[in-house]
T-cell receptor
Framework: AQSVTQLGSHVSVSEGALVLLRCNYS??????LFWYVQYPNQGLQLLLK??????LVKGINGFEAEFKKSETSFHLTKPSAHMSDAAEYFC????????????FGRGTQLTVWP | DVKVTQSSRYLVKRTGEKVFLECVQD?????MFWYRQDPGLGLRLIYF???????EKGDIPEGYSVSREKKERFSLILESASTNQTSMYLC?????????????FGQGTRLTVV
């Protein structure tokens, strides 16, 4: 069963506009949730993570995400897009079992127009 | 900083060759992972290891094997490379549960099989 669903394989925004990348997960146990960013021909870099505690999580480069248990969502936002935000973004979940494996969504390619 | 190093950024191999992809991490992590990344499919887990000489199949192990003789090193082996194994390969490491949270990634190896 799909653990992580990212809605929209491509998202385009204008520079200065709000960025919203959607992620829904399925997990029978309280999950750990992550957003990673990948720039062209690079590995994945952690943007932010939710483990326990405050449901609004702030990450690097002005990004934040909110864990909503009732909606099983962990959407990524940034108030004002910058050209340098153009990259691929991956949502991931650690379901708290299976030796710490992460399950990834299929990714969302963010394009930022000048 | 955690460092995960993959031995090659780019590789070109011929069909039928035996191919070794090497990954080394310097943070004494118990878990190590090999993922394959293809456009539109996200990251798919090939194999992971939770201890020296221990391994578990991921979602797409066919055509691959792995070796973990030392804690810091995890090798992915393509016994007889085929063109459908042309892809980006990503290595990652993490602590073991319950301490594990995020995985740390290498820069990736882009393998082309001709």
């Amino acid at each position: 069963a799909q653990s992580v669903t990212q809605l929209g394989s491509h998202v385009s925004v204008s520079e200065g506009a709000l960025v919203l990348l959607r992620c829904n997960y399925s997990s029978s146990v309280p999950p750990y949730l992550f957003w990673y960013v990948q720039y062209p021909n690079q590995g994945l870099q952690l943007l932010l993570k939710y483990t326990t505690g405050a449901t609004l999580v702030k990450g690097i480069n002005g990004f934040e995400a909110e864990f909503k248990k009732s909606e099983t969502s962990f959407h990524l936002t940034k108030p004002s897009a910058h050209m340098s935000d153009a990259a691929e973004y991956f949502c991931a979940v650690n379901r708290g079992s299976t030796l710490g494996r992460l399950y990834f969504g299929r990714g969302t390619q963010l394009t930022v127009w000048p | 900083d955690v460092k995960v190093t993959q031995s090659s950024r780019y590789l070109v191999k011929r069909t039928g060759e035996k191919v070794f992809l090497e990954c080394v991490q310097d943070m004494d992590h118990e878990n190590m992972f090999w993922y394959r990344q293809d456009p539109g499919l996200g990251l798919r887990l090939i194999y992971f290891s939770y201890d020296v000489k221990m391994k578990e199949k991921g979602d797409i192990p066919e055509g691959y094997s792995v070796s973990r003789e030392k804690k810091e090193r995890f090798s992915l082996i393509l016994e007889s490379a085929s063109t459908n194994q042309t892809s980006m390969y990503l290595c990652a490491s993490s602590l073991a549960p319950p301490l594990n949270t995020e995985a740390f990634f290498g820069q990736g190896t882009r393998l082309t099989v001709v």
